[in-house]
């Protein structure tokens, strides 16, 4: 793709120690405070998450108190979507956009810096409402009034940390949008981009809409709270239902934020491993642009059981499987791509493939869900659960391994250990579908959400998911240790880690230096 | 493509900035909870972080300016601006559309849905659905208020945001032409119209609370309307400031006729702010 690629070194001198890393303003070091970032709040998180299992491997109460659990399903939800998953990939998106589009970095460096050390902030607030009075807040992720209305102090406190947070997303989007559509390199057209940075593009789109709309649904919380307002009280003409409207406006194209960018990485990865360009990479982006727009009017799909009228269920019905379409054709394209490739199967791949076949059982469960005379049965039992863990531990969480396996040569300049590789791998998709696989007989069979007490017939279900909890977070240590290996030694990565790989990234020597492309690269065709 | 034909991206140097402004957010979430939950010295703990934020503005515009002037910026970094500007705008218009959807939802679906059937009947006998409306329960305590009308200051209001795009919109056409006069007329105008806007809202406000019965605590339409207007007079008082930055550096004789884009971000977000207020004429004040 290219033939020159001038890698100097740091023209710039920059600080070294913590204040390297305060003072940022380059992609790389605040990509890698993002990925670190995002792997403390997964271990915090995944911390409450085995603590939930364990409560929940016996029935009866014998582990934690119910305000406590209720606490440990708040943050555990808070903290894997806005603390993990996403900043995750908006680490991804630093590291990487610039380098595939040839770009010396991002558009706004600075505000880069600043949008990754507002997370921080955010997550101290989140993290040290445990230890406040009244403990954190236990009112759901959703964050639902009038529940919500009710709480202690760690409740305003959530409020303001979901502002951050925000604030943060808002930025970095606006950043990635910019140096998407003004810095690629001559000739770059959009249509000739990675698909990981159309994922993101849209991606930044649906943060720069919808993210506001969550401030403005929790502001609403804040000032029901402390101000006096009745936004969500029916004695003073408001509405608690209006709340679910406003946070699932924001809330469905979320879920398409936190999957969009998976989608992005494994169109880069599977096309590697299986050496042959993507299949159909137009109807790819054109797919991931209908699931953006469709996202928009589907979120009452959440809300089925509200009571709303007929021609509304209908509605949100039927424009819920409509998204179906655009996923299937993606689904498709990836299956297509492997289709007469000569294949290998490094454990990138492996954690793609896993993601396409587990991924799809999501989907299949979503489609089951989005019937809205099932819902009425389904809603709030494990079924839901099951679903969209299947969607975001198989899905996105996977597709965020398989990415750093990827590229993790690239940054570190060295090979990861292949063993403990696929060793993390297998542990990791034989614990997960232990997880989440018997929560599908659960809620089928009537086990509700967020109570951490269940009648007796359900037990033995939930100590296999127990069990697979316990595989499935302890492997995620083989997967810690695999990173500190491979950023302390390992044999030595060449530019084009892998042979089928192609790109503007693999023209930069591993590990990438410190500035690159601060001269836009020539591309041939 | 050489050098020459795609320049030199600008780079700007390590900075302490970014660090400085999450901890005057942080601060300021903290100094905000503790004077919400009546803790001693949140009010410290807030203003301490306001005047960090404030510091950082200075101290990080100033530079973002400082550069701009030596002439660091070339045309990519001047797109770039562009094409963020935009996209600022655009989260912001869906801040306001949270809010709009909200009044849409109450006026529309709820209030009228709590005049209607047996249940409610039962709870509030006798609660008429109106718009606007303090609420069942709040009507049956026997809450009064009066509503805010639009043909009296709001539409002075109106009047005067309207003239504030014109006369920005002049101090530009005189920025391109390279009258420096106008420019700084064009924007003292604008300043004054905007700071009149405030000043008159205030005194609506100040009207409301003491005389109408109209407050937070108004049930939905007391809700919506403070809410709305609230946050589209902090807006104003924004987009003055910057207007007011924007003048001092007319006068300090900044801007050339071709490179101006903090100027026209400003008059960008100038015209917005006016958008949402004639959105809010139309339907949190006139069609009640």
Redesign the interface.
């Known amino acids: 793709m290219s033939d020159a690629a001038h890698a100097h070194p740091g023209h710039?001198t920059?600080?070294t120690g913590i204040?390297?890393w305060?003072?940022?303003?380059n992609h790389k070091d605040i990509g890698t405070m993002y990925l670190w970032f995002a792997l403390i709040m997964l271990f915090s998180a995944g911390s409450m998450a085995l603590l939930i299992r364990t409560e929940l491997f016996q029935p009866g109460l014998q582990l934690v108190h119910p305000d406590f659990f209720n606490q440990l399903t708040t943050m555990h939800g808070l903290i894997m979507i806005f603390g993990a998953i996403m900043p995750a990939f908006t680490g991804f998106a630093n590291w990487q956009v610039p380098l595939m589009l040839g770009?010396?970095?991002m558009?706004?460096?600075?505000?880069n810096?600043?949008s990754f050390?507002?997370l921080?902030?955010a997550g101290?607030?989140l993290m040290s409402s445990f230890l406040l009075p009244g403990g954190a807040a236990a009112g759901g992720w959703t964050m639902y009034p009038p529940l919500f209305i009710q709480g202690?102090?760690s409740y305003?406190?959530t409020i303001?940390?979901v502002?951050?947070m925000g604030?943060s997303s808002?930025m970095g989007?606006?950043?990635i949008?910019?140096t998407i559509?003004?810095?690629r390199?001559?000739?770059l057209t959009l249509m000739k981009m990675p698909m990981f940075c159309w994922t993101w593009l849209i991606t930044a789109y649906l943060l720069?809409?919808?993210?506001?709309?969550l401030?403005?649904?929790v502001?609403?919380l804040l000032?029901d709270?402390?101000?006096?307002?009745?936004?969500f009280?029916?004695?003073?003409?408001?509405?608690p239902?209006?709340f679910q409207?406003?946070f699932w406006?924001f809330g469905h194209p979320e879920v398409y934020i936190l999957i969009l960018p998976a989608f992005g990485i494994v169109s880069q990865i599977i096309p590697t491993f299986s050496r042959k360009p993507l299949f159909g990479y137009a109807s790819m982006v054109y797919a991931t642009a209908s699931i953006a727009i469709l996202s928009f009017i589907v979120w009452a799909h959440h809300m089925f059981a509200v009571g709303m009228p007929v021609a509304a269920q209908l509605f949100f019905m039927f424009s819920t499987m409509l998204i179906a379409v655009p996923t299937g054709v993606k689904v498709f394209n990836w299956v297509a791509t492997m289709w007469k490739g000569s294949l290998t199967f490094e454990t990138p791949m492996l954690f793609a493939i896993a993601f396409v076949c587990l991924f799809t059982i999501g989907g299949f469960s979503g489609l089951v869900l989005a019937m809205a005379p099932v819902d009425i049965q389904l809603q709030d039992t494990y079924y839901v659960v099951a679903h969209f863990h299947y969607v975001l531990v198989s899905g996105a969480l996977f597709s965020i391994f398989a990415g750093i396996y990827y590229w993790l040569p690239k940054w570190t300049g060295h090979m990861y250990d292949e063993r403990l590789g696929k060793l993390h791998f297998w542990l990791s998709v034989i614990g997960m579908n232990i997880v989440f696989f018997p929560m599908h007989f659960l809620g089928l069979a009537g086990m509700p959400r967020r109570i951490p007490d269940y009648a007796l017939q359900f037990t033995e279900f939930n100590q296999i998911a127990t069990v697979g909890a316990f595989i499935f977070g302890f492997s995620q240590l083989i997967f810690l240790t695999v990173v500190l290996k491979t950023i302390r030694g390992g044999a030595k990565a060449p530019a084009r880690v892998w042979e089928g790989a192609e790109g503007l990234e693999w023209t930069v020597p591993s590990p990438a230096p410190y500035?690159t492309f601060?001269?836009?690269p020539?591309l041939s065709k | 493509?050489s050098?020459a034909?795609?320049g030199?991206?600008y780079?700007?140097?390590?900075?302490?900035?970014?660090?400085i402004?999450?901890?005057a957010?942080?601060l300021m979430?903290?100094g905000?909870?503790m004077i919400?939950?009546e803790i001693h010295n949140g009010g410290w703990v807030l203003l301490a972080g306001v005047a960090i934020l404030f510091f950082m503005m200075f101290g990080?515009f100033g530079e973002v300016i400082r550069d701009s002037e030596a002439g660091r910026y070339n045309k990519?970094v001047d797109?770039?601006f562009r094409?963020?500007m935009s996209?600022?705008i655009?989260?912001?218009v869906?801040?306001f559309?949270?809010?709009f959807?909200?009044l849409f939802?109450?006026r529309v679906?709820?209030?009228p849905?709590?005049g209607e059937g047996d249940t409610m009947q039962q709870l509030w006998p006798g609660f008429k659905a109106t718009w606007p409306?303090?609420?069942?329960?709040?009507a049956a305590e026997g809450y009064q208020f009066t509503p805010m009308v639009a043909w009296g200051i709001p539409a002075i209001n109106t009047l005067l945001l309207l003239s504030s795009g014109v006369t920005v919109t002049w101090a530009h056409w005189g920025l391109k032409k390279g009258r420096r006069g106008q420019l700084i007329m064009g924007l003292a105008m604008t300043v004054t119209l905007g700071s009149v806007f405030l000043g008159l809202q205030a005194y609506e406000y100040h009207h409301a609370y003491t005389e109408m019965g109209l407050?937070?605590?108004a049930?939905?339409?007391?809700?919506?309307f403070?809410?709305l207007t609230g946050f589209h007079g902090f807006h104003v008082l924004v987009g003055t400031t910057m207007l007011i930055v924007m003048l001092l550096r007319s006068i300090a004789g900044h801007f050339t006729a071709e490179h101006h884009f903090a100027f026209e971000a400003v008059s960008w977000y100038w015209h917005f702010v006016d958008a949402v207020w004639a959105l809010l004429f139309i339907l949190v004040y006139w069609l009640l």
């Open positions: 710039h920059h600080p204040m390297r305060l003072t940022t303003t770009a010396p970095d558009a706004f460096p600075r505000l810096n600043w050390w507002l921080p902030a101290l607030m202690g102090i305003d406190l303001l940390a502002h951050i604030l808002i989007s606006i950043n949008i910019t559509l003004n810095m390199a001559p000739g720069i809409a919808t993210m506001p709309v401030a403005g649904a502001t609403m000032t709270r402390n101000f006096g307002t009745h936004f009280n029916a004695a003073g003409g408001g509405d239902v209006m409207h406003i406006f500035h601060e001269v836009a020539v | 493509m050098l034909q795609t030199k991206y780079l700007p140097q390590p900075s302490l900035w970014p660090i402004g999450s901890a957010l942080l979430a903290v905000g909870v919400l939950r990080w990519q797109a770039s094409w963020s996209w600022f655009f989260s912001e869906m801040f559309a949270a809010f959807g909200a939802y109450t679906l709820s209030v849905w709590l409306t303090a609420g069942p329960g709040l407050t937070l605590g049930g939905v339409y007391g809700a919506t403070f809410m």
